[in-house]
């Protein structure tokens, strides 16, 4: 293995390339920079190697969140190297970007494999907040142990120093504008442990591979989805639940508007630029005095020249023409790009969905599934630390239903049409964050639809209309949903005019687990123990639902249980919250965990480990219940849940599939253990079953199986066949 890089000495270098040409090296590696040294290309086609592995691929693209000229090149010298076949390799490629990296280089109808971009750790939540209130929110989200290690994103290196300074000790920043000796400290530091938050700008996490990462916040919204995600991405590598938290507003969309303005120069500033250039090299200096510009303003201008293809520099910074013309149209298109990313990354912070699967339908992994994750702020908003939600108050809750009897037409309506004709005497901001809430709880669905107005211009907007399981809600029932808790609601209900805004939130939350704590404490070590393995449960049964946790079971309902300790079904029915419906699909697992007082003494491992399985198992051993799940119907609408079938009882196995049940079991519970995760992250038990009852011999069998994503097929796919082939 040999590397070439700019480190290196001559000799160094020339070692490196006769060990290449003498066929000594099974791995050469390069940075594409390296092709424009003269006559570099024409050494490494004398021996034609047998793979061209292109890593960050996505930089080929000027699409690509961190486009790098000379990654575009790059297709340029590839012909001479054939007929090796080539890889190119990304973490984070939208399908435009994905196109364009085979355009660039040139490759012929290549297949693509997309997937993965699904993390089932992450916990990640959007929270809108006004600027001056996001630092002293991020000091009191990481106030928590827990939630360290961390890296917090800021917009700049003054607002990375403001926040260091809230942050105090332990904490260091990152940017571009520090000495690389202390940039090299921090990183060092910070993977030691000696540093337990990083506050950087973006440049910071390239090639960081620290896998305890505990938290990531973003306190302004970043400028692309790709970027968001390359950098929540850096949180729980260690495959142990992580949270991220992004702190935005509209003010945020105007920044973004300012930094665009500001480094995408005019297209006549560049076409001034332009016309001074030639095929001989100028130097820069001379060119900005003709141009009168200031050396900000042209150093961007011939930038975008170069990055556009219309001009190079030498290595001393000369610059001259390419002689290529069609820069401007690329110039506008890639502008036009920008503003589309923007567009995009504003959209994925305000639209009322799963956030993960919102993140993996933009990179176009259509093979996900886009199950709800059961984490984040959309699927589980009584789990999210950052924001507070609470129940609706009766009026809210009036006000709710009448939404709800509105929608029942069957046809949709305009968001802002049904918010007037309604008159609720709510303003725009509260509905929308009803028709939020009611999205959240899967009863209504929100479309975007457009029309052109009179002036011509198209005007973008949503409707609403019920899911099947909103049309299918009867009067009855209880709205199982929450509110946010917003700024001006907390405000409008008064009584905390002495608490200044600027920590009304963190006083919300401190007064939420303030109340989590007096409740816990309440409880005798045999309730908490049975709090602790019902909310395991939930989680599982959740996860494995698609469906948000207090959609299983809510808060109030789980405190309930606690008390009451229901074990047969005719108590659970007198709990406040059971209905038939409910007792029905979870009343014997429910029963199961109340029933059982074995390790009621026991803490930690034990006492977490087993809870799913256990309820999984003496679930199904029971018989005065039949575990039948509703029908999935339509309601694939809001969410694309995929559920799996009924989970047939145990005792509706054949002797062979028990077997395999039992040694997929064994398999899953020494996984768990070697990766210190919760037996239902390897694989949930109706996975689980789906595996025995279909029994798959390969890879592609396992594939057909409805709720195993293509992640877990890759980790554990060979070895959960070779266990079905024994
Ligand atoms: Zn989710």
């Given amino acids: 293995m040999a590397r070439i890089h700019s480190g290196l000495s001559r000799d160094e270098s020339r070692q490196a390339c006769r060990d290449y040409l003498d066929g000594n090296l099974h791995f050469l590696f390069i940075a594409p920079e390296r092709m424009r ?20 691929a996505h930089c080929i693209s000027q699409w690509g969140h961190d486009f790098r000229p000379d990654y575009r090149t790059l297709g340029d010298y590839l012909p001479a190297l054939r007929p090796a076949p080539i890889i190119a390799l990304t973490a984070t490629a939208t399908p435009s970007v994905q196109k364009d990296i085979a355009v660039q280089l040139q490759l012929q109808q290549p297949a693509l494999f997309i997937h993965g971009f699904r993390r089932h750790n992450l916990a990640i939540e959007v929270v809108e907040m006004s600027k001056p209130r996001r630092n002293e929110f991020t000091a009191s989200i990481l106030k928590s142990p827990a939630s360290r290690p961390a890296i917090v994103y800021v917009p700049s290196r003054k607002a990375a120093e403001e926040l260091a300074s809230v942050l105090g000790r332990s904490t260091a920043v ?17 993977l030691s442990g000696k540093l337990e938050v990083v506050v950087a ?47 935005h507003s509209y003010a945020d969309r105007k920044m973004h508007d300012f930094f665009l303005e ?75 790009f920008r503003h589309s990313q923007i567009d995009r990354m504003v959209a994925f912070a305000e639209s009322p969905q799963c956030r993960m699967s919102a993140l993996v339908e933009h990179f176009g992994d259509t093979a996900d599934g886009h199950r709800p994750c059961g984490q984040c702020d959309f699927c589980s908003p009584e789990q999210a630390t950052a924001q507070t939600f609470r129940p609706p108050t009766e009026q809210e809750h009036r006000q709710l239903r009448s939404i709800l009897q509105s929608l029942q037409g069957g046809t949709s309506r305009a968001v802002g049409k049904l918010h007037s004709d309604l008159a609720l005497g709510i303003d725009r901001k509260q509905f929308d964050s009803y028709l939020d809430a009611l999205t959240r709880a899967g009863l209504v669905m929100l479309t975007p639809d457009t029309f052109t107005n009179s002036e011509g211009v198209l005007i973008t907007f949503k409707r609403a209309s019920l899911t099947h399981e909103g049309r299918t809600l009867s009067d009855s029932e209880p709205l199982e949903l929450l509110l946010k808790g917003s700024e001006n609601q907390k405000a409008a209900r008064g009584g905390t005019k002495t608490r200044s805004s600027g920590d009304s939130a963190r006083g919300q939350a401190v007064k939420r687990s303030a109340a989590k704590r007096t409740e816990a404490a309440a409880y005798t070590p045999e309730q908490k123990h049975l709090d602790a393995r019902l909310r395991e449960w ?29 074990t047969t079904l005719s108590r659970l029915l007198n709990v406040p919250g059971i209905g038939q419906e409910k007792a029905d699909r979870f009343g014997a697992a429910i029963c199961s965990i109340c029933a059982d007082r074995t390790d009621a003494g026991g803490h930690g491992k034990s006492s977490m480990q087993p809870a799913s399985e256990r309820v999984a198992t003496s679930a199904s051993h029971s018989k005065s219940v039949s575990r039948t799940e509703e029908a999935p119907a339509s309601s694939s609408e809001t ?45 949930g038990s109706s996975a689980l079953r789906s595996i025995v009852l279909a029994r798959p011999r390969n890879i592609t069998q396992l594939r057909a199986i409805p709720g195993i994503g293509l992640e877990k097929i890759e980790k554990y796919g060979a070895s959960i066949c070779e266990i079905c082939n024994t």
């Fill in 262 to 336: 500001r480094d995408y120069p005019a297209a006549t500033e560049l076409g001034r630029l332009a016309t001074l250039l030639n095929d001989g090299f100028q130097m820069p200096e001379l060119l900005r005095q003709k141009l009168r510009m200031d050396t900000e303003s042209f150093n961007r201008a011939a930038e975008k020249l170069v990055s556009q293809g219309a001009a190079v520099f030498d290595i001393g910074g000369n610059i001259r023409s390419t002689g290529q013309n069609t820069w401007r149209s690329s110039y506008d298109t890639q502008l036009a």
């Fill in 201 to 247: 700008t973006i440049a910071f996490g390239m090639g960081i591979d620290k896998a305890d990462v505990r938290t990531v916040v973003h306190t302004a919204l970043p400028g692309s989805v790709e970027a968001y995600y390359q950098e929540i991405g850096r949180a729980g590598r260690d495959g142990k639940p992580s949270r991220t938290v992004l702190l």
């Fill in 639 to 683: 969410f694309h849940r995929q559920r799996t079938t009924t989970s047939a009882p145990a005792e509706a196995l054949a002797p062979e599939q028990q077997q395999l049940d039992q040694r997929l079991r064994d398999w899953r519970k020494a996984a768990s253990e070697e990766l210190n995760l919760p037996q239902f992250f390897i694989l």
């Fill in 174 to 190: 990152y940017h571009a504008g520090l000495e690389p000796s202390v940039r090299e400290r921090v990183q060092r530091h910070f």
């Fill in 538 to 566: 939930r989680k599982a049964e959740a996860a494995s639902n698609g469906r948000p946790a207090f959609f299983v079971l809510t808060e109030a309902t789980l405190a309930n249980i606690v008390l009451a300790r229901p």
């Fill in 37 to 56: 040294v003269p006559n570099f290309p024409g050494m490494l086609a004398k021996r034609k190697p047998a793979l061209i592995a292109i890593d960050e």
